[in-house]
Each structure stands twice: as structure tokens, then as C-alpha cells.
């Protein structure tokens, strides 16, 4: 097994916002597995505090990942996939994650500086549980699935005030 106290190849980490303490991400490159702690409790309302692990989208493009639980007993800990604008704290951004209370949530700040707001939610998918954010053109969707196979589109945006380059 090798553990590395770093993102995946190819991958950067940084600790967006204030928040009280850092984060730190672990990589396992014979499983493939990426385990991030982060200190935010804060991917809403005007600015950010969290752990991002992210790296270049350019035009269209994908992103995969899989919740498997999330370990940290805060009123709102949540984990998943976002494309912001920068690494600013207030970026525009999408995102679509898992929690335990809720389930899958998509929501987005539609402009730096703005409040994030959810758009719609799935209370039936907790972690274990697979997601995707897909840009094609200007329509950013987000899917969940159980299996990784077959995916149910949960909503989408058609008018990101995104950049070409994330």
C-alpha cells in the first residue's frame, strides 16, 4: 500500500476561505482512493471555507466520484463535486454533493459574491453513492448513481457564469 499525504497525480489541493483549521488530503494509489479532511463547514450563503482537490477543466468535460460516508459528526458535513470559477472564496460555482441529512444536493452561486442557493435535492441517496457533474457547452448537469452504471439526472444549469477554463 502506498499512502501518499498528497492529492492524486495531476491533481492540486488548497484550502479555500478562513476556515479554523486546514484540511489535508490522502491518496492511496493501489486503491485509487482519495481521503480528504477538510475543516469548512461553510459551501454556502456569499463566501467559501473548505478542502478543494481540483485540477484544469478546459471546455467540455466530466467529473466522477464516489461518497463513501462522511466520518466528521458536524450538523452539515457533506462531500462532492464542484467547477468554481476560481479559487477565490466567493467564485461562482456549481456542485453537487452527498450528505447524511439530506442526500444529494445541487446548487450553485451564480455570480462571485452572491449567495449560493440549492436547486434541488434527492433525500433518497445518503453515501455510499456516485456522482457526476458533466459540462457540454453552456448546460452544466449533475447525475447521481447507485452503482456507478446507470445514472438519474438530478437538475442542471444551462447559463453558468462559468469560464471557459475552471
Known sequence: MLLQAAPPPGWSSQTIGSPPVVGSVTYDAGTGR?????????IDTTSDKFQFVYQTLTGDGEIVA???????????????????????ANS???????????GVVFQRRATNG?????????????????????????RVTAYTSLDGVVWSAIDYVSDPALPATL
Open 34 to 42: 482519495c481521503a480528504i479532511s477538510g475543516p469548512g463547514h461553510v
Open 92 to 102: 461562482a460555482n456549481i456542485e453537487v454533493f452527498a450528505t447524511r441529512h439530506l
Open 114 to 138: 452572491a449567495s449560493t442557493s440549492p436547486s434541488s435535492t434527492n433525500g433518497s441517496r445518503t453515501p455510499p453513492v456516485w456522482l457526476k457533474l458533466a459540462r457540454v457547452g453552456q
Open 66 to 88: 464516489r461518497v463513501v460516508s462522511e466520518t466528521v459528526p458536524t450538523s452539515y458535513p457533506h462531500a462532492g463535486l464542484m467547477l468554481r470559477s476560481s479559487l477565490a
